[in-house]
């Protein structure tokens, strides 16, 4: 079987989305990316052809100077485990290798057994285990809140931190165990990077940057959700930092919570004690 791998092309669209609608229970999001993906000039888009017919897909983008992330990657049910994956990858691969990018990194939900087993495939190693924790928030709470229907704010919660924050933030961070758990890495939605000095400042600068006794958080309100991308906290103190970001989600009138941090065992179990829901993945990354 020849596989031609080429660039994406607006009319690529269409087929597919014939193979992918049924991806997950839900659905699939290449199709609602697709547009912007073909749009972007730091990435690229690039389709596997059987006989003149799309079968495959997956996108790379750069997320610095030398970082590149993979996402996307899909195959017609009839045409899996026929190479056409691989011969996707090896073209982004090489897409990123020629702009000086150092190293791939993706992502796989741990349930995905069949993800896994084709990224190790492929290379890519396992480089840090990560939680995405989600809770209902005010009438959407999974547990019972507050005093006679009136939410009752913890102490220790959390408040806007100023610029000079950002600094003791991050050496907190860079000497703790989440940063080591999370070997450096930083999510931006569901891609992950380098943490830099200057996320941190931009954060504080945007009134996105959190601090209280128990830490520091990055976070931000994203619709009817108060989004965390980034958590500074102890063991010790992880119950009362999970207290307050509830309150704060709360506090800002959203539906949900949603935390992703890094996956140590005192994180999920302060998460699952403020009534979160924890799904594990982890990111793989490949040396370029």
Not at 55 to 71: F, N, T
Not at 86 to 113: M, P, T
Not at 207 to 231: K, M, N, Q, Y
């Amino acid at each position: 079987m020849e596989i031609h791998v080429r660039e994406a092309r607006p009319d690529d669209r269409e087929p597919i989305a014939g193979f992918t609608t049924g991806t997950f229970p839900w659905g699939d999001y290449v199709t609602r990316e697709f547009d912007g993906w073909l749009a972007d000039d730091h990435g690229v888009v690039m389709v596997g052809e059987v006989g003149g017919h799309v079968v495959g897909m997956a996108r790379i983008a750069l997320l610095s100077p030398d970082e590149a992330w993979s996402q996307g990657s899909r195959v017609h049910p009839d045409f899996r485990r026929r190479g056409v994956g691989s011969a996707i990858a090896v073209a982004l691969q090489s897409w990123a290798a020629a702009r000086h990018a150092k190293v791939v990194r993706l992502v796989v939900e741990d349930w995905n057994h069949a993800a896994r087993s084709h990224v190790g495939t492929l290379g890519f190693r396992p480089v840090s285990g990560w939680m995405f924790a989600t809770r209902g928030v005010g009438e959407n709470s999974p547990v019972p809140e507050g005093n006679g229907g009136r939410r009752v704010m913890a102490p220790e919660g959390i408040r806007p931190a100023p610029s000079a924050e950002a600094e003791p933030a991050l050496l907190a961070w860079s000497s703790g165990p989440l940063e080591r758990a999370s070997r450096g890495l930083f999510p931006i939605g569901w891609k992950w990077r380098r943490l830099t000095r200057d996320d941190v400042i931009d954060a504080a600068r945007r009134r996105a940057l959190w601090e209280g006794r128990p830490g520091w958080a990055i976070a931000d309100v994203d619709g009817d959700t108060f989004e965390v991308s980034w958590v500074v906290t102890a063991e010790d103190d992880a119950p009362a930092m999970w207290r307050a970001l509830v309150d704060r989600a709360a506090a800002a009138g959203v539906e949900r919570l949603t935390v992703m941090a890094p996956a140590v065992e005192w994180m999920r179990r302060a998460a699952q004690q403020r009534g979160c829901d924890v799904n594990h993945l982890t990111v793989y990354a490949l040396p370029l």
